[in-house]
């Protein structure tokens, strides 16, 4: 019985570890795709600025 509750301890564990994973994952996705869009809004204003 201990075993089985080993068991369900250690994958209660790891379930946890790949969700903090998964949502590391996701502010980074988030964190890049926002510098992203300020670089790509930094461009487009500078070469509106830029006399072509």
């Keep these: ?9 250690a994958m209660a564990a790891v379930a946890i ?3 903090m994973v998964v949502a590391d994952m996701a502010w980074v ?3 890049l795709v926002l ?3 300020r670089v790509a809004g930094d461009v487009r204003v500078f ?3 830029v006399p072509s």
């Design 1 to 9: 019985m201990t075993q089985v509750a080993e068991r369900a301890a």
């Design 17 to 19: 570890l790949r969700a």
């Design 29 to 31: 996705s988030l964190t």
């Design 47 to 49: 070469a509106m600025g």
């Design 35 to 37: 510098v992203a869009g």
